[in-house]
């Protein structure tokens, strides 16, 4: 076995999985060759018997079975039609107001963010529907841009996400408590992306007009009717779903199997639940949760290797170091996080990085749920911020090429909306209680 110092090894390890990520490789397979080959290198043959353990005990987890089946329900919602239903519900609701429709789109990125789990299904749908309702009205391009990558990155934070139960079990934190704290800085984020596009629309009124009036709905009977069509039946999924959780009648993998039912229901309601959508549906969730769960599997092979030659420590005494006192430590946690997720997809970072910032954060007497939400609402600037950018992508790549938007639009969209995140952490960080105070009501 090589001898190596736990700096160097700090530094190369991270080091290489930048250069295989970058290098376009998935980043299971990056995560896992690393570990296997450092771990044979610098810890012998006994790394095999750790990675065998590790392996075994994420595949026989019992909460990860909440991920197919909340991408089931949220594939189900999608195909269902639901999205634009209730696009055009609020499209008419708010419509008459200046910037009406990038309102619209972000309350829709907020709902559907609620069933879907991921951001693929909403950004995409806001792509193809909101984008051109907007651009063709003359709204600017670029926020837009940022309105759409915006709301549709909702889905990765608000519950039911996907990170959040990943991240419960690594942390050691109920994944049902970090659902109901991540529900008021979600709504706030979504409240304060509100407030910019109206303020931005007073200060300049040519950046999103007014809906003419030939396109607008004055009848409250008809928008009631419209409402009650295609809101309510969310409304009452998400309720009904997260409504469990909280009240402790059931633990998330159960409150999912029913939401994927409920989905199912509401698909055949809508007379979409066929053959061909219950494949569709099936076949995404199959797909996803194979990515996560070996995504799972190469992380955790870095992370014992990492752990095991002393990385871990040297982490530790790194961050303790920073100046400032606690909440220097915390500022250097968020911007190793920012930095990062540039780079490092979002499953892999949650991975490799909180088994390291868990213990920092008990020892400097940080609250663990809150630390939790802090760090996935950092997290979720990653998906706006290039290289990585996942929101940037999935908006480009089913962007109508007619309407003639360019990355340099979609960058400059999505840069006061990062800085809006980044306002959302300093308020959860002065008001704390935006996090705490709900998982503290929930029913034991």
């Not at 392996?55 to 039609?81: K, Q, R, V």
């Not at 009240?247 to 007379?271: D, F, H, N």
Request: charged share 10%.
């Amino acid at each position: 076995m090589l001898d190596v110092s736990p700096g160097i090894l700090t530094f190369v390890g991270f080091g290489l999985i930048l250069i295989g990520v970058l290098s376009g490789f998935p980043v299971a397979w990056v995560l896992g060759g690393i570990g296997v080959i450092t771990g044979y290198l610098f810890w012998g043959p006994e790394a095999f018997s750790t990675f065998y353990h590790q392996m075994y005990g994420l595949t026989s987890n019992y909460i990860l079975l909440a991920i197919p089946l909340f991408i089931f329900m949220g594939a189900m919602i999608e195909e269902s039609g639901i999205g634009e239903k209730l696009f055009n519900t609020m499209f008419y609701i708010f419509g008459g107001l200046r910037g009406g429709i990038a309102i619209t789109a972000i309350i829709v990125g907020t709902l559907l963010a609620t069933c879907l789990g991921i951001i693929a299904g909403s950004t995409v749908m806001l792509t193809i529907v909101a984008l051109p309702a907007m651009i063709r009205r003359g709204y600017e391009k670029a926020l837009s841009c940022g309105v759409v990558c915006s709301s549709g990155s909702l889905g990765i934070f608000i519950p039911p996400s996907i990170l959040l139960i990943i991240y419960g079990p690594i942390a050691g934190i109920s994944v049902g408590k970090l659902f109901m704290a991540a529900f008021m800085p979600g709504f706030l984020l979504s409240g304060l992306y509100i407030t910019y596009i109206i303020i931005r629309c007073i200060k300049n009124p040519n950046t999103a007009p007014v809906l003419p009036p030939e396109e607008r709905i004055s009848s409250v009977a008809a928008k009631g009717r419209m409402f009650a069509t295609s809101a309510m039946p969310l409304l009452v999924l998400i309720f009904s779903v997260l409504g469990v959780i909280y009240t402790g009648v059931a633990a998330p993998t159960e409150a999912a199997a029913m939401g994927a039912v409920a989905a199912s229901l509401i698909a055949l309601a809508y007379r979409r639940l066929k053959y061909g959508t219950l494949k569709s549906a099936t076949k995404r969730a199959f797909e996803a949760t194979v990515m996560v769960i070996f995504t799972c599997i190469g992380a955790a092979m870095f992370q014992s290797v990492f752990m095991a030659l002393g990385g871990g420590d040297y982490f530790t005494q790194m961050v303790l170091a920073a100046p400032g006192g606690r909440w220097g430590v915390f500022a250097l946690i968020m911007l190793i996080v920012l930095f990062l997720g540039m780079f490092i997809p979002d499953i892999a970072m949650i991975l490799i990085m909180v088994p390291l910032i868990t213990p920092i954060g008990e020892a400097l007497g940080f609250e663990d749920v809150w630390l939790a939400i802090m760090f996935n609402m950092a997290l979720q600037t990653s998906f706006m911020t290039p290289p990585y950018a996942q929101a940037i992508f999935f908006l480009k790549g089913a962007v109508d090429k007619s309407l003639g938007v360019t990355t340099g639009d979609i960058i400059r969209g999505v840069v006061p909306f990062i800085a809006i995140i980044g306002i959302g952490i300093f308020l959860c960080v002065m008001f704390p209680q935006i996090v705490t105070w709900l998982p503290s009501t929930m029913i034991k």
